[in-house]
């Protein structure tokens, strides 16, 4: 639950700061800084000779010089620190000094204060860094070498988003104004403050109105981007975390509205964007009636839900960021010896139980000093000193805690100083070599560069010279191929003038070609549909016959071998018809053999080979009979050619056509 503690301090203003910051330090020249930081280290080195070391005194005052060193806060969960906000209370500058004194003097050197936004900027937007004594203690925890811890809180009136929020100093304030203030933290207090926190408890309403996650993620964007703009990339001892969340524990009031559990907080963070905004997240897990460690098995205990927000950060991927307990303690009123020793017994379970759970971080306990010992008010007593610094038993506690942890290194003002000059040469050193690497970096960048470009030209002059190698094997090729197809078309046309003369022969012997080859493509069908016998008019008697049958059928032989070849026409007679063609002239008898007589074979008997006697003897009978018949064989020759005649003038309407299709077989013949 929420203490009494933090509903109370809500309405109060207890932070206050003094000082003015004018911009940031600029990073000095490599060259300057190496000059510097070695010719420091060659006369400390010299006065280190000389001179003997003295244990350091325990308290200093104001007025000592030492060389300031950068603050730090180590993120272990032993590391251990006091949370004080009286400090920016005190008016008195010797009270300031007397508490840092007291908290160095048990161990403890780290701080938590608070840096009261309202009483810090005007409405004109002017800074009152004097005011109270915020500056000085920060200034003087930092010479000490303390790590610091500061807390922005407080709205002031000129900055609420709602000008009718009339809870003071909580209302919601308008993010680019807040962004604005955590900027002007960070540039002023660069090197010196360590961490700083965005807001406290903003999961309450009494520090926060209203209790809304995603309006306190969009202060942290802002703030976060602002913080980070005064971080030195080359010096990460310089570097600010930035600490998120700063929950109270405790369980839903009035439906989330009045106080949200810190795990649903924290769930509604994330659901608006806070991932990649913090560094850290920080939790307070009060509890004033059980023991940290006794948590284990109560429900909404501050123990679960560190562990659950533990679970959701890592479920978000940040599982390298760590959990802050930036306060934690218990009231000792009523003022007696049994409430003294259960403070001490509460602070000392946390302290060893904190460091058992996953991925912790630093702790803070509140606080230093009582504001009034004695009183039934809680907030007044929660200090492990009494008001009159007087020890309570958990100064002893975390005393001992401390100083389990290891032997704490004696302070020597001259080690430090060349500690801290030595790290100054590192920084140097550091910038020489980045110097250097950007340099290397960039010449690297100019080849590359000019390779890539030498590359690219070579590669473009060669696609170039490709392209016109290319470019005339294919005219070549082409010139190539033209001359061959016009030496082609040349034979062709010279083939075909050849074929054309030999069509120049006489009528009788064109007519006849022309008659065969008529007769060859569209054989004559009788009305049955049964091919016509062919009439060549070719006798065996009679020279101009015999010579027109011969000349008749030369060019037939001539035309059905084109015909075969090409394939032309697949309706012209094969070689069988044309043969059965030829065999049924019936004056034509060819014997190839004076030896042999060729009997025609009647159906079913096999061919018969008479002696050559006999063929003798009916080859004399033969031309008897043809002497005998001659004068009435003219007679037929002559009857046969008027026929012809009559024949070649009814087809000569077909002439033309039949000659194209020789003159076309002959050309694919040749």
């Known amino acids: 639950m929420l203490c009494y503690r933090r509903v109370h301090m809500a309405f109060h203003s207890y932070f206050c700061e003094a000082g003015v910051g004018m911009g940031r330090q600029r990073r000095r020249s490599v060259h300057r800084q190496s000059m510097f930081a070695t010719t420091a280290l060659i006369a400390l080195a010299t006065v280190c000779t000389t001179t003997e070391l003295r244990v350091p005194i325990e308290l200093r005052s104001s007025s000592q010089a030492v060389v300031e060193l950068v603050a730090a806060i180590d993120e272990s969960p032993t590391t251990v620190g006091l949370a004080d906000s009286n400090l920016m209370r005190l008016d008195d500058i010797g009270l300031v000094n007397k508490q840092l004194d007291m908290m160095q003097a048990i161990g403890v050197q780290n701080v938590r204060v608070g840096i009261s936004w309202l009483s810090t900027q005007l409405e004109n937007g002017e800074f009152s860094w ?143 964007g806070a991932h990649g905004f913090f560094d850290a997240i920080s939790f307070h897990p009060y509890k004033n009636d059980m023991k940290f460690s006794d948590q284990e098995h109560q429900r909404e205990s501050p123990l679960l839900q560190l562990r659950e927000m533990r679970a959701m950060m890592d479920s978000y991927g940040d599982t390298d960021l760590k959990i802050w307990a930036t306060e934690y303690g218990l009231p000792t009123a009523p003022s007696d010896a049994v409430m003294y020793q259960k403070q001490a017994d509460f602070i000392a379970d946390f302290l060893k139980n904190w460091q058992k759970e996953d991925r912790t971080g630093p702790i803070f306990i509140y606080s230093t000093r009582d504001l009034e010992t004695g009183t039934s008010e809680h907030q007044d007593n929660f200090g492990i000193f009494e008001t009159d610094w ?78 016109g190698i290319v470019d005339l094997t294919s005219w070549v090729v082409h010139g190539i191929a033209d001359a061959v197809v016009n030496s082609v078309n040349w034979v062709v046309d010279t083939i075909q003038e050849c074929f054309g003369n030999e069509e120049s022969a006489p009528a009788q012997s064109r007519m006849a070609a022309t008659v065969t080859a008529s007769t060859l493509d569209e054989p004559a069908t009788s009305d049955s549909g049964a091919p016509e016998p062919v009439e060549t008019g070719i006798s065996d008697v009679g020279a101009d016959a015999s010579e027109q049958a011969e000349t008749a059928v030369a060019e037939s032989e001539v035309v059905r071998s084109a015909v075969d070849e090409t394939q032309l026409d697949e309706t012209r007679p094969d070689e069988t018809e044309l043969d059965e063609t030829v065999a049924a002239e019936p004056d034509r008898e060819i014997l190839e053999n004076d030896e042999l007589e060729i009997t025609e074979p009647g159906p079913g008997e096999q061919p018969d080979l008479t002696t050559t006697d006999e063929a003798d003897e009916d080859r004399d009978e033969l031309e008897s009979a043809s002497a005998a018949d001659a004068e009435t064989d003219s007679s037929a020759t002559a009857g046969n050619a008027a026929s012809t005649d009559q024949k070649s003038d009814e087809s000569a309407g077909d002439d033309a056509d039949q000659n194209t299709r020789i003159q076309s077989t002959r050309i694919s013949a040749g």
């Open 390 to 467: 007087d020890e309570k038993p958990a100064v002893q506690v975390i005393r001992d805690f401390i100083a389990s942890l290891g032997p704490v290194e004696p302070d020597h003002p001259i080690l430090d100083a060349i500690n801290n000059l030595i790290r100054g040469l590192a920084h140097a050193t550091v910038a020489v070599i980045n110097g250097v690497v950007d340099l290397v970096v960039d010449v690297v960048d100019a080849v590359i560069d000019a390779t890539v470009w030498v590359v690219k030209t070579i590669a473009d002059v060669t696609v170039k010279v490709v392209q």
């Open 130 to 272: 004097d005011n109270n004594n915020i500056d000085y203690v920060i200034n003087e925890a930092h010479r000490r070498g303390m790590g610091i811890l500061a807390v922005l809180h407080e709205t002031p009136g000129w900055a609420r988003l709602d000008p009718d929020n009339t809870l003071p100093m909580s209302g919601m304030p308008d993010p680019t104004k807040f962004g604005d203030f955590a900027g002007a933290v960070a540039e002023k207090y660069e090197g010196k403050i360590s961490a700083i926190e965005i807001w406290n408890e903003p999961n309450g309403r009494p520090f926060l109105n209203p209790v809304d996650p995603a309006g306190y993620t969009n202060m942290l964007k802002a703030a976060y981007d602002q913080i980070k703009a005064h971080d030195d990339p080359d010096d990460a001892d310089d570097d600010i975390t930035v600490v998120a969340g700063v929950l109270g524990s405790g369980v839903n009031l009035s439906s989330g509205s009045l106080l949200m559990n810190p795990t649903d907080y924290l769930a509604g963070m994330y659901a608006a």
